[in-house]
């Protein structure tokens, strides 16, 4: 093995806000409105986007766009970005477009995704864009499909995933709609 040099080793700090644990303050806006001001930077991003360098940067009822931003540190052994990126930035873009479509005091959680890997992702791949739309509503659970682009427009990704659909209870835990 040989040994680490500064041209081979980087480091990499993480921040990010502690999410709010109050389910009111939490379900107060609708899903859409929560997106929005995330997106518009007077909500936090949910901590996940420090990992990936991820960024909302459209979103309409049913539709959300995002920008990701892989780099080495995402790397797996064979020196590309790891499944898992691409994963979570399809699951990401799917579970976005389904909360977009919720109203305030509804929520969500990802039931399945299927994923298909079909170009490998670098760090020199650059910004990755993300789009996901959801396909089918549902009062207990909802559809989306999303795939990853590259700047020239690539399809390097796409996934297909269903949402549970949750409503809050008065005992603050959360049951299915359905």
């Known amino acids: 093995m040989t040994e680490p040099t500064s041209d081979t ?3 990499r700090t993480i921040r990010y806000e502690v999410p ?3 389910p009111q303050t939490l379900f107060a806006r609708s899903g859409l409105e929560q ?3 995330i997106a518009d930077g007077t909500h936090p991003a949910p901590p996940i986007s420090a990992h990936i360098g991820l960024e909302i940067v459209g979103v309409a009822d049913g539709d959300v766009v995002m920008t990701a ?3 080495e540190s995402h790397y797996n052994p064979i020196g590309a970005v790891h499944g ?3 994963a979570t930035l399809l699951d990401s873009a799917c579970g976005c477009a389904v909360h977009s479509t919720l109203p305030a005091g509804v929520g969500y959680t990802s039931l399945e995704i ?3 890997f079909l170009r490998p992702i670098t760090a020199d791949t650059g910004t990755v864009t993300a789009h996901g739309w959801v396909t089918k509503r549902g009062r207990s659970a909802s559809f ?3 795939d990853i682009r590259d700047g020239e427009g690539s399809v390097l ?3 297909t995933s269903t949402c549970l659909i949750l409503t809050p209870r008065q005992d603050g835990g959360v049951s299915s709609s359905g």
Do not use: N
Request: hydrophobic letters at 45%.
């Open 9 to 11: 080793v980087r480091s």
């Open 35 to 37: 997106l929005q001001a």
């Open 69 to 71: 931003q892989p780099d």
């Open 84 to 86: 898992g990126f691409f």
């Open 20 to 22: 709010g644990r109050d």
């Open 114 to 116: 299927k994923v298909a």
């Open 157 to 159: 990704a796409t996934a």
């Open 144 to 146: 989306a499909e999303a």
